[in-house]
């Protein structure tokens, strides 16, 4: 369950596992939007005020940041899709 304002874990899951050829100019821009602001959302909320789910999302989503790879495009790749 995400915070108000921030996307999912099934939607960004859903957008990560849809193939970018198989999306519209305007949803590619809508997500790099969304996920823009979702990044920053995540950097300026303290965890104080963060639902423990979305604490624990960040945290994990941050530490994949760190190692240039996302844990959704990780999974992408085991499952064969990249």
Known sequence: MADAGRKGFGQKMEETMTPQSQ??????????????????????TPDSQKSAHQSAYDS???HADDQ??????SAKEKMGME
């Open 23 to 44: 999306k519209t100019y305007a949803q590619q821009g809508k997500e790099a939007l969304t996920n823009g602001y979702d990044k920053v959302q995540a950097g300026i």
């Open 60 to 62: 994990v989503k941050g």
């Open 68 to 73: 240039n790879k996302s844990i959704l495009q």
